[in-house]
């Protein structure tokens, strides 16, 4: 059994109407009928109610979603204002492990004067952030590699903004996720048998990549930054729901 809103989602996608119209109840032709129980046997095996809605809205942008790519989360959302309200007037910002091209894209529409480069190991996701850039007509560069490997040597020293949402579950738990999460890409959930593993390979290189001033925001999984805070000159910042969900660095006016 459905929870109603869900069942009102569906419906709205299967008749293509505002889902203010349905609550009432509504008449559906056999088409609509099919396809509405086609979506509810699909939820019901575990598929995520975005995928099946296929679109999610996402800071003021519009966002495909597929098995291609994470499902951002309200969370991330929350990053982008944390960010935007920390980094000034940023000439060069880098979004690592960018997925969809959810904080890339975000940020771009609020920083439109920006260089603005996203990249991913994964190339079908890259495919993704360059379908949601052309649905939003933002210019982003997209870059294919790991984390700061995929970046051209042009932009080292002269980061002003820097975002992450990466990999943070440990391998072992994989099994334990929900069964909608784990529809969603291993290679954006996964790790390595501590969970830190690319968080910490992103913080072991992240200053030789920041300008002077510059500011960098990473979301963590619950119960990692205290962990990282310890080893990593970084602050650990709260989530909308008081979890500890970013580690936020400041590099200095000399770059240290």
Same mark, same amino acid.
């Given at each position: 059994?459905?929870?109603?809103?869900?069942? !009102?989602?569906?419906?709205?996608?299967?008749?293509?109407?505002?889902?203010?119209?349905? =609550?009432?109840?509504?008449?559906?032709?056999?088409?609509? %009928?099919?396809?509405?129980?086609?979506?509810?046997?699909?939820?019901?095996?575990?598929?995520?109610?975005?995928?099946?809605?296929?679109? #999610?809205?996402?800071?003021? #942008?519009?966002?495909?979603?597929?098995?291609?790519?994470? #499902?951002?989360?309200?969370?991330?959302?929350? !990053?982008?204002?944390?960010?935007?309200?920390?980094?000034?007037?940023?000439?060069?910002?880098?979004?690592?492990?960018?997925?969809?091209?959810?904080?890339?894209?975000?940020? =771009?529409?609020?920083? +439109?004067?920006?260089?603005?480069? &996203?990249?991913?190991?994964?190339?079908?996701? !890259?495919?993704?952030?360059?379908?949601?850039?052309?649905?939003?007509?933002?210019?982003?560069?997209? =870059?294919?590699?790991?984390?700061?490997?995929? !970046?051209?040597?042009?932009? %080292? &020293? =002269?980061?002003?903004?820097?975002?992450?949402?990466? @990999?943070?579950?440990?391998?072992?738990?994989?099994?334990?996720?929900?069964?909608?999460?784990?529809?969603?890409?291993?290679?954006?959930?996964?790790?390595?048998? %501590?969970?830190?593993?690319? #968080?910490?390979?992103?913080?072991?290189?992240?200053?030789?990549?920041?300008? +002077?001033?510059?500011?960098?925001?990473?979301?963590?999984?619950?119960?990692?930054? @205290?962990?990282?805070?310890?080893?990593?000159?970084?602050?650990?910042?709260?989530?909308?729901?008081?979890?500890?969900?970013?580690?936020?660095?400041?590099? &200095?006016?000399?770059?240290?």
């Amino acid at each position: 059994m459905l929870p109603a809103h869900e069942v !009102l989602r569906l419906l709205a996608v299967a008749t293509g109407r505002p889902i203010a119209e349905l =609550k009432g109840g509504a008449d559906l032709t056999l088409e609509q %009928r099919d396809r509405f129980e086609s979506l509810v046997s699909r939820r019901l095996g575990g598929e995520p109610l975005q995928y099946l809605e296929e679109w #999610i809205p996402f800071a003021g #942008i519009e966002l495909a979603v597929d098995r291609r790519a994470l #499902i951002p989360r309200p969370e991330t959302e929350y !990053l982008v204002e944390l960010a935007v309200a920390s980094a000034g007037e940023p000439l060069l910002i880098v979004d690592l492990c960018c997925g969809s091209g959810a904080l890339a894209l975000a940020l =771009k529409r609020r920083f +439109p004067d920006a260089r603005v480069l &996203g990249s991913d190991i994964s190339s079908a996701a !890259l495919e993704l952030a360059e379908a949601n850039a052309r649905r939003n007509q933002l210019a982003v560069e997209w =870059k294919a590699g790991h984390l700061f490997g995929a !970046l051209p040597g042009e932009v %080292r &020293g =002269k980061v002003d903004l820097l975002v992450a949402n990466p @990999p943070y579950v440990a391998n072992s738990d994989w099994a334990n996720l929900p069964v909608d999460v784990r529809w969603e890409p291993r290679v954006a959930l996964l790790a390595g048998d %501590r969970g830190t593993e690319v #968080i910490e390979s992103i913080l072991n290189d992240l200053a030789r990549w920041m300008s +002077p001033g510059g500011m960098a925001w990473i979301e963590v999984g619950d119960g990692q930054a @205290p962990m990282l805070t310890g080893s990593y000159p970084v602050t650990a910042i709260e989530d909308q729901y008081g979890v500890l969900r970013y580690l936020r660095l400041e590099v &200095g006016p000399t770059g240290t």
